[in-house]
């Protein structure tokens, strides 16, 4: 899948060598660890300085980023949320891809995969910051990635809610045969998910637990 060698970017990310190849891998450390600029380099959002990231054997700057982003789409701690409805949030989901619009039914099926209790009509700018970070996770689950890059994606949720989110996403990621790279806050999320736990430390690989 992503295979990085000798990359640096800025004084954040020295990275000799890292494999990303498994369905769930988890990213872990502390804050300024260079997590979030990881995921970031891994869509090609910002280049690396120095070194090289391939994506399925191929270097990403020889990848149309456009066309990657499509593909490997990142849900960042901040989500992204339109004018209007929540509707329209879901349906810039195809619009953005030039697809055909989904039935109400389906983006209501969406809505109960990532525990949004909302209506299609209510106003997506007057919702909570969970619920915001929810509907963008709804948003990208329609886009139907082949690689999901998840920053925190449940940060601005109770831990309930936060639990229940991340079991939904591990296993729509699994049933559709999909890969999941995640950054969480919590140690014990990443053990009990991950098939791999990369573990950052001042923008170096300081540990790689499983397979």
Same mark, same amino acid.
């Given at each position: 899948m992503f295979s990085l060698e000798k990359v640096k970017f800025k004084d954040i990310l020295d990275i000799d060598k890292l494999e990303i190849d498994n369905k769930i891998t988890v990213i872990i450390g502390p804050s300024g660890a260079g997590k979030s600029t990881l995921l970031k380099l891994l869509n090609n959002m910002i280049s690396v300085d120095s070194g090289t990231i391939l994506y399925n054997g191929k270097d990403l700057n020889q990848i149309n980023p456009i066309g990657l982003r499509r593909e490997v789409i990142m849900l960042a701690q901040t989500p992204i949320i339109f004018e209007g409805t929540v509707k329209d949030n879901l349906e810039a989901a195809f619009k953005l891809r030039e697809e055909v619009v989904a039935n109400e039914e389906k983006l209501k099926e969406v809505l109960k995969v990532v525990h949004l209790d909302k209506e299609l009509t209510d106003n997506a700018e007057k919702l909570s910051g969970g619920e915001k970070q929810r509907l963008s996770l709804a948003r990208i689950l329609l886009s139907n990635p082949k690689v999901l890059l998840l920053d925190e994606p449940s940060s601005a949720l109770?831990?309930?809610?936060? +639990? =229940? =989110? @991340?079991?939904? $996403? $591990?296993? /729509? &990621? %699994?049933? +559709?045969? %999909?890969? =999941? &790279?995640?950054?969480?806050?919590? %140690?014990? @999320?990443?053990?009990? /998910?991950?098939?791999?736990? @990369?573990? =950052?430390?001042?923008? +170096?690989? &300081? +540990?790689?637990?499983?397979?």
């Open positions: 109770d831990q309930e809610t936060e +639990r =229940l =989110l @991340i079991e939904t $996403v $591990v296993d /729509y &990621v %699994k049933d +559709r045969d %999909k890969t =999941l &790279v995640m950054i969480t806050h919590s %140690k014990d @999320i990443a053990l009990e /998910y991950g098939d791999k736990v @990369i573990s =950052l430390k001042e923008g +170096r690989v &300081v +540990r790689e637990e499983g397979s």
